[in-house]
């Protein structure tokens, strides 16, 4: 069974960073890709940042410059790094995975807020 497990998020203030991680397990097909999306509360979910297996990113025009999205090797975990957090960033964050049989999983999510 596959899951995706995140960690990291918390209450900072304006400026300040955060780490999130997101560890897979279960997975036996191989990791195609990996993401990281987020909903803040009365809006649709949103892509924050992804990453291939090639080391490809891609960012939201509202993070680029502040987030940087990583993996480890053997590929397992996705990272997102946060700097100069602003309050419109607070939302749940949820892990995003699919595999190379197209498979596609979701996290539990994680709360990040970020006070003025």
């Known amino acids: 069974q596959v899951r995706l497990v995140e960690s990291g998020g918390g209450l900072v203030q304006a400026g300040g960073s955060l780490r999130l991680s997101c560890a897979a397990s279960g997975n036996s097909l191989g990791i195609a890709s990996m993401a990281w999306y987020r909903q803040a509360p009365g809006k649709q979910r949103e892509l924050v940042a992804s990453?291939?297996?090639?080391?490809?990113?891609n960012y939201a025009d509202s993070v680029q410059g502040r987030f940087a999205i990583s993996r480890d090797n053997p590929w397992s975990t996705v990272f997102l790094q946060m700097n100069s957090l602003k309050p419109e960033d607070t939302a749940v964050y949820y892990c995003?995975?699919?595999?190379?049989?197209?498979?596609?999983?979701w996290g539990q999510g994680t709360q990040v807020t970020v006070s003025s």
């Open positions: 995003y995975m699919q595999n190379f049989g197209s498979y596609e999983y």
């Open positions: 990453i291939t297996g090639g080391r490809r990113t």
